[in-house]
């Protein structure tokens, strides 16, 4: 049983940085942890996600160079920086939990607003 909450979206100019953080509760470090956006009126987006360990992680292209995510299991959440973000950077963005052996992600945040102005 894992719940998460996300924080740290805002408002920011393009060129600028956020770090948003996911906190969950219940144990996460048998989950691959991954962030996800959505823009209005289009699909959810992947951008990014780590493994169960933290020895892999795979961005989308288009945050490629200039997203890390990250996690920390003692403290049971999972970052991601981003930088030098640009307005099509602008979403509702989610952190999600999948167990090791699930092909789907089990459990969703709450999404936390990013708009990135120009």
């Known amino acids: 049983q894992v719940q998460l909450v996300e924080s740290g979206g805002g408002l920011v100019q393009a060129g600028g940085s956020l770090r948003l953080s996911c906190a969950a509760s219940?144990?996460?470090?048998?989950?691959?942890m991954g962030w996800f956006r959505q823009a209005p009126g289009k699909e959810r987006e992947f951008v990014a996600v780590?493994?169960?360990?933290?020895?892999?992680?795979t961005y989308a292209d288009s945050v490629k160079g200039r997203f890390t995510i990250s996690r920390d299991n003692a403290k049971n959440t999972v970052d991601l920086q981003m930088n030098s973000l640009k307005p099509e950077d602008t979403a509702l963005y989610y952190c999600?939990?999948?167990?090791?052996?699930?092909?789907?992600?089990?459990?969703w945040g709450q999404g936390t607003q990013v708009t990135v102005s120009s």
């Open positions: 219940g144990r996460t470090s048998s989950y691959s």
């Open positions: 780590i493994g169960w360990n933290g020895g892999s992680t």
């Open positions: 999600a939990a999948r167990k090791v052996y699930s092909s789907d992600y089990d459990y």
